[in-house]
């Protein structure tokens, strides 16, 4: 098999060129099916395209609410911590701030 990159000699088992490291077959993350070019699948017709920003999207939106529930907890900490100092106004504040970001169900 050659290399569609640098045109060098693969094994026909390769999955990457062993010169540049281009891929040589692709694997359809639906369908396991096996092929020796990337788009769409030979097999279920599913874009790859498509399917890695539907899953880049997902992984981001789970970052994202982890994120603001990271924020809000040390929020709550720091108005705990801070307690004897400022006489729970910062707690108050967080707490306060907690509740108008909450929608009615």
């Not at 060098?8 to 040589?24: E, G, I, N, V």
């Not at 982890?66 to 707490?95: C, W």
Request: overall charge positive; aromatic content about 4%; glycine content about 8%.
């Amino acid at each position: 098999m050659d290399c569609p990159k640098c045109h060098s000699r693969a094994r026909d088992t390769a999955q990457f060129c062993p010169k540049c490291h281009a891929p040589l077959r692709y694997r359809c993350p639906k369908c396991d099916h096996q092929q020796e070019h990337g788009g769409t699948c030979d097999s279920c017709g599913l874009d790859f395209l498509k399917y890695v920003s539907a899953t880049m999207a997902v992984q981001q939106m789970r970052a994202e609410k982890a994120r603001d529930q990271n924020r809000k907890r040390s929020g709550l900490l720091r108005g705990v911590l801070l307690l004897p100092v400022d006489m729970g106004f910062s707690l108050v504040r967080s707490l306060l701030a907690g509740l108008r970001g909450r929608s009615p169900s």
